[in-house]
């Protein structure tokens, strides 16, 4: 932000921003675009498009993967009146509150450790981020393989004999739940270590002399200063918990109502086709995750205007 | 004035942005060879032996040996089924002449065939119907015509411990009585087979479901025989083995390899499973199983015969081929050269196709145990819709025989998938 403010000053010493006098060729404003030019398209090309086109899509009738037709909104009244879509979505909300509050609590935790100086402090962060590095789909491998009866490392562990994890109503959320919280809770640790560097410590300080206690040193100055890095935290882990598929689907193949949205898009897309009704899913999922992003989005729109008035 | 003049700006920064892209996206020349000339065939299948390794490229080379002609090579699909039937369909669906010849799991035979996507195979009928299993060859059949010539075939067996039970029991209520004392005794699990919430849970369901006399289709496939009252006795029984005892811990999340894992290390009487553990539980069992277990056919629920879900592989021609006499003078000799059936059994441990192999072959445990059951075992019905009735049949049966949904609800669910099949 600083940066683009920076070359936007008129009085910079080349003289060549939109205020200074007009020289040969292209502006510097416009050779920044000209620039930024390739990646935009590219960026409609592989994000917009598809949104798009799925749209169009959405609004065709297909027989298996055969083209039959314009469907207007018959595909939408489909998903809509269909008992997967909602016990789907169900599943995903019910998902996505839990795991990214759980995930919030225990990642402000590893934050504020990893940002004190102790010995061992480097060995820590590194330890603390392993999971994140494991790629989902082998995390979940790995969870599903541990939580198993057969071969049973978990019930070893806790010396639980045969207890059925992934197959009892009551237990397979809250697998998933810790499974998802063990990969990314040190996503969300660091997001939230980067900003609390960023708070100055002589404001500590000074509150220190005024005698507040380290619990109101924390509620007065760490969280409100924090607030934009847990914005971002909680703004990218909802997103992403809201599309969850792989370890639902390597975990439980979606067995006890553990059914995702992406996973239900996914069936009518890839496994039992019906390109429209798949598509009118997806358009569903999308606009539920847009909308919830752009509440997100405007929340910390407002927190960074009021940070940039103030600089 | 100012807005236009920027726009303007931003679209020949656009403009320009494009020329870039587009240079940028131009193939640099001619790289891909059209391969419709010399008269090469590309084989698409997947799995493990379609690996380089893998028995699928020992019989390549040996076509290629005696066909210089017409070489084949293999283009390697994923390892799941579904995914190779979705990388299969994505090039079919272009009209690709990519595939000559496609490697189709036995249920997506009406898919395909309904699509358009496959030569028919009715010339050659006669040079393979003698030769091969009935159960394998109607696999490759639908609405009366043929789409595929059969490759490798599967069947269920029931895995033992002989130091622990006799006799093979007979029904499944007899299994389940030894598996439920059997078990206590020992402190061990009952039964274990395919119970998590996937194609396989539907093959176990299918097999009771059988075994009990129930059937799914008539001779054609065009009229629903499905018995709702029949399903719901099926699950139910599912459900009481879930709480008696009789199948072992973790039955509803075992796929084929933890119930391998669980019988291999002596957690388990029973195993339902496919020929391919018999070996390798003898090579990796702990040594009390390894040395005390053996196969024996599926018990039924009337003590009579035995009933197994028929699973394999087909090849077909690709309607898009463009070297389609080679391609189907492959696809027969792939069903009916001895040599190569026999590769299959011997180097891969995989169930040929070809009726002569389980005459030579019937000293082999496993092969003589195949060639009993195989011309019980039932084929799923290769219909077009047969993944969404399978998907429903999850949905619908895997939560009732949890006990979380009604078994006859779930029953009338299925039925409806199955009638909706013949409806389309």
Redesign the interface.
Known sequence: MAGAKVATEPRTPSGTGPGGPRTKGMSE??LG??F???A???MIGVALFPVIYAFVISLRAY????YEGYAGLENYREALTDD?FWASLEFTLVFTVTSVAAEFVIGLGFALLMNQAFRGRGITRAAILVPWVIPTVIAAQMWYFMF?????SVNALLGLG?F?W??E?GWVKAVLIFADVWKTAPFVALLLLAGLQTIPTDIYESARVDGANTWQRFWHITLPLLRPAILVALLFRTVEALRVYDLPQVM?????DTESLSMVVQ?YV???PDPGLGSALSTLTFGIILGIGVIFVSLLGRELTIGRTDG | MRRSKQLGKWVIAVAAGTLVLAAACTPSGDDDDEGSGGGELVWAIGGAEAQPAGVDQKIADLWNEQNPDNPITIEVLPDEADQQREQQVNVLQSGSDEFDVLGTDVIWTGEYSQNGWLESLEDVRDQIEPEVLEGAFNSAQWDGELWAAPFNTNAGFLYYRTDLVDQPPETWDELCQIAEQVGQQEDIGGLIGQGFKYEGFVVNWLEYYWSAGGELYNEDNSEVLFDTDLATQTTEFMQNAMDDGCFAPGFNTATEEEGRAAFQSGKAVFMRNWPYAYQLIQDEGVPQVAKNFDIAPLPTFTGEGTISALGGFNNAVSAYSSNKDAAKEFVVWAATDPEVQKMLATVASVPPVLTSVYDELQNEPDMALLSEVLPDAKPRPPAPTWNTISVEMQDALFPAYNGDADPAEASDTVADAFNESVEE
């Open positions: 404003k416009g675009r000209l930024v030019a390739p935009i398209l590219l027989t298996g993967r055969l997967k198993n009866v057969n071969p049973g045969d059925n992934l197959g109503a439980t193949r979606g067995s006890f069936q890839v496994q039992t």
